[in-house]
């Protein structure tokens, strides 16, 4: 199993505050002349840095330790069993893909040994 470096929350400044309900738990930018975040008070919390980035090599990896794979359609798919490096992949199926040809894909990819990871979406 891969591990990731861990970070902080990143949120904006007092947004659990009970007159913010309404403020959504998210980052965004401090712009505010006089913003404590902005100056980079440690009291007021971490901001996302270029630090807290992963390695290339566990980046966009999934917690069992496999890429995705985006697949559209079964030609797609097609192009993915041509990878050398098949058994480090795990394919998704694209949410516009209606539920006929969502079949087929999960059929192909069954005969080929490969795990779906929303198979049994729609």
Do not use: C
């Amino acid at each position: 199993m891969i591990k990731k470096k861990g970070h902080p929350k990143f949120n904006i400044p007092n947004a659990g505050a009970k007159n913010r309900k309404r403020v959504k738990d998210r980052w965004r930018v401090q712009r505010g002349l006089d913003s404590k975040k902005r100056m980079k008070k440690a009291f007021m919390g971490a901001e996302p840095t270029i630090g807290y980035r992963n390695p290339e090599s566990v980046r966009h990896l999934m917690p069992n330790g496999k890429r995705a794979y985006l697949v559209h359609n079964e030609p797609e798919l097609r192009n993915m069993l041509a990878d050398p490096n098949l058994e480090k992949f795990e394919v998704i199926i694209a949410s516009a893909v209606g539920k006929l040809k969502r079949k087929q894909i999960i059929e192909s990819a069954k005969k080929e040994g490969i795990r779906v990871r929303n198979g049994g979406a729609k």
